[in-house]
């Protein structure tokens, strides 16, 4: 597609209920980010994957979170045993760089998957 | 730690005005400064960028200033205009890890007809 697509839009659960969000980068691009948006708290970094490597995971608040990449290209990030304070705007986003790349690599961010835990 | 921090939180412009958003960071490590506009229930779209070589960078009605030795770096907006009331982020990056941003906590902007 042309830009970063997510599913779902919105997703209410039940605390202690797990969830999977889905993330679609654009077509060709290595670097692959999720970011959570708190009211008030700006984006905070969750976890980055660049190609075949390691992913950087130094941003997951807890262990119940994880996240995967498959194939180089779609995205999942599971929140298991999910508590009220997980509710948050969870935004992925890709870019054509990462590590060491010297060009404007901006992300393209998706619309993100609201999360209300109830 | 709040790396990067911006204000005001909030801001009121009328039509035609300059909107002036500041961000100050504290990693003098940082060498990646880009500002990003959210509109409600979208996702953050990359607006203009600088590097600390430059001072100043100017796209169309927005333009960054930068000062290095104040670790500070400045979204103005010109002859403002409703369509760009949203919310402002400003970000940074450093070096080897410049794929991680660091983000302020943001602005919003509303531009009175």
């Known amino acids: 597609g042309a830009g970063v697509s997510q599913s779902p839009s919105n997703k209410v659960t039940e605390k202690g209920k797990d969830v999977e969000l889905r993330c679609d980068p654009i077509s060709g691009h290595t670097a692959l980010y999720w970011y959570r948006q708190s009211l008030g708290q700006g984006l905070e970094f969750l976890i980055y994957f660049q190609g075949n490597s390691a992913p950087d995971k130094s941003g997951l608040p807890s262990d119940r979170f994880s996240a995967e990449r498959t194939g180089g290209s779609v995205s999942t990030l599971t929140i298991q045993r999910t508590q009220q304070e997980d509710s948050a705007v969870y935004l992925c986003?890709?870019?054509?760089?990462?590590?060491?790349?010297?060009?404007?690599?901006?992300?393209?961010f998706g619309s993100g998957t609201r999360l209300t835990v109830v | 730690q709040q790396q990067v921090k911006q204000s005001p939180q909030s801001l009121i412009v009328q039509k035609g005005g300059i909107s002036i958003i500041n961000c100050a960071y504290e990693?003098?490590?940082?060498?990646?400064f880009p500002w990003y506009q959210q509109f409600p229930g979208k996702g953050p779209a990359l607006l203009i960028a600088i590097r600390p070589d430059v001072s100043e960078k100017k796209e169309g009605r927005f333009t960054i200033s930068f000062n290095k030795s104040a670790k500070q770096f400045s979204l103005h907006i010109m002859d403002s205009q409703p369509g760009d009331s949203a919310t402002y982020f400003c970000?940074?990056?450093?070096?080897?890890?410049?794929?991680?941003?660091?983000f302020g906590k943001g602005t919003l902007l509303t531009v009175n007809p």
């Open positions: 990693n003098t490590a940082f060498d990646y």
């Open positions: 970000a940074a990056s450093r070096g080897s890890s410049n794929y991680k941003l660091t």
């Open positions: 986003a890709s870019s054509l760089g990462g590590a060491g790349r010297r060009v404007n690599y901006g992300y393209t």
